[in-house]
């Protein structure tokens, strides 16, 4: 009923940066928070991001002042803008928004199919 489609990963030297894309669409009717989750290689997920419809935003503290969050409530799109990025960022990255559907007055939470992001020393 609603995809997040992910887009912007790659292969990137240290020290250089990435912007992330996660666009939202199918049978939307409001999107609260959104947000970026990484996992590496052997390790659990982790947050990186949120930010909700309002702005407000979250960000894990190894990751402030490298990484922002930003989001486009007209197109329920959800932007990370990486950084200085270093070879532990490398992981997959995940898009995860908290949908209300025009379906049913719930709120669902979905996840993108994720991103590749591969940090080179």
């Known amino acids: 009923q609603v995809q997040l489609v992910e887009s912007g990963g790659g292969l990137v030297q240290a020290g250089g940066s990435l912007r992330l894309s996660c666009a939202a669409s199918?049978?939307?009717?409001?999107?609260?928070?959104m947000g970026w989750y990484r996992q590496a290689p052997g390790k659990q997920r982790e947050l990186v991001a949120t930010?909700?419809?309002?702005?407000?935003?979250n960000y894990a503290d190894s990751l402030k002042g490298r990484f922002t969050i930003s989001r486009d409530n007209a197109k329920n799109t959800v932007y990370l803008q990486m950084n200085s990025l270093k070879p532990e960022d490398t992981a997959v990255y995940y898009c995860n928004a908290g949908v209300v559907l025009t379906t049913k007055p719930s709120l669902y939470d979905y996840w993108g199919q994720g991103t590749q992001v591969t940090v080179s020393s």
């Open positions: 930010i909700t419809r309002g702005g407000s935003t």
């Open positions: 199918g049978n939307i009717f409001s999107i609260n928070a």
